[in-house]
């Protein structure tokens, strides 16, 4: 269809909106592809200001615009655009069809909050999940108040629940994005983004001054992590930005079989994880994440530990890759309450 500002009606958005979702909704990963093609509709939207309607496929397809221009611009990056379009995609699916929402101008806290407590296909709803569903609701809305679209903030006043103000919090995956991108400090730089990778791969700030070269094995994107004092020793993960981040480290210093990879050192163990703690909130300051008590270096492995438990619904196997030994404080650390509460057969219920 072509894109022509002039020809642009209401229904074409609402048609892209739906094309947009049908594989999502489906399972199928998004084709980066899908998006190229939308740089264009902000423009043209303009001319849609008045339309007495914007269902939410329509919204969705207008809001997806406007972000790619984001990402052309590197205010945005890709990945981070696929995840957020994701999230919208089931949110335009909730309003549709469970909240039989015709008018996202009608929409308010109702919608928003019934998204963010939606359940998971597998396992168990945990913070991590509605933050980043959070995050990319406070996009949605936050380009339809510039477009005119939408009157006020329905998250206002809306806030994941947890015990403690303070209590560490997993990252959500565009903060991750946006660290990758500062993980450097300049262009020569390949000790930040590979100290990154490590984090990435659940290695704590007192593993990472451990590992040396021999502990990469790069052929099965794998760190072996020694556990230090208090977790158990294991392999971590890495993930693909973090291959290419370890992968270009390796390359630019001369790597030596017994010296660690990151840290030259000699003070002790004590100065060894407080030169890794900075190197990791150096990342996060640069990040825009430095004034946020509950974001730690361990808000990286919260991050990893949650992803794998969304994908597995495995507490165990996350308490293994993360090197913990207890159950509780696996789920702690990802913000999953797993408490199952007992409920009685109905004979045995005190009326």
């Known amino acids: 269809m072509p894109h022509d500002p002039q020809a642009l009606t209401h229904d074409d958005l609402d048609e892209l909106g739906r094309a947009l979702c049908t594989p999502l909704w489906h399972g199928e990963a998004l084709d980066s592809c899908l998006l190229l093609d939308r740089r264009d509709l902000f423009l043209a939207s303009l001319g849609l200001m008045s339309s007495e309607l914007l269902s939410p496929h329509a919204a969705l397809e207008l809001v997806v615009a406007r972000l790619q221009l984001d990402v052309d611009n590197g205010d945005l990056a890709t990945s981070s655009l696929k995840k957020v379009t994701g ?17 996202v101008r009608a929409t308010g806290p109702g919608d928003v909050i019934a998204f963010i407590n939606f359940p998971v296909a597998r396992g168990r709803l945990t913070a991590n999940t509605r933050d980043n569903r959070r995050y990319a609701l406070a996009k949605y809305y936050e380009v339809l108040r510039d477009l005119g679209q939408y009157v006020g903030d329905p998250l206002a006043g809306i806030s994941i629940a947890r015990n403690d103000s303070t ?28 100290g990154w990778a490590f984090v990435e791969a659940t290695a704590t700030t007192s593993e990472i001054p451990a590992i040396l070269p021999a502990d990469v094995d790069l052929a099965r994107s794998r760190v072996w992590l020694d556990g230090g004092a208090r977790n158990a020793p294991r ?48 990342t996060l300051r640069r990040a825009g994440l430095g004034g946020d008590r509950r974001v730690r270096p361990g808000s990286v492995r919260a991050w990893a530990g949650a992803h794998l438990y969304a994908d597995t619904g495995d507490l165990a196997l996350v308490a293994r890759r993360l090197g913990l030994r207890s159950l509780d404080d696996t789920a702690r650390t990802i913000s999953l309450d797993w408490s199952d509460p007992v409920e009685p057969p109905a004979h045995r219920r005190s009326t």
């Open 87 to 103: 999230h919208l995609a089931r949110y335009t699916k909730v309003l549709e069809q469970l909240r039989n929402v015709t008018d």
């Open 167 to 194: 209590a560490l919090r997993a990252l959500v995956d565009a903060e991750i994005d946006r660290c990758r991108l500062k993980a450097a400090r300049n262009y020569r730089d390949t000790r930040g983004p590979a």
């Open 235 to 282: 392999w971590g993960y890495l993930t693909e930005w973090g291959m290419e981040a370890v992968a270009r480290h390796l390359e630019n210093v001369d790597a030596e079989p017994g010296v660690p990879l990151l840290y030259s050192g000699t003070a002790g163990e004590t100065s060894a994880q407080a030169a890794s703690c900075k190197l990791i909130h150096d």
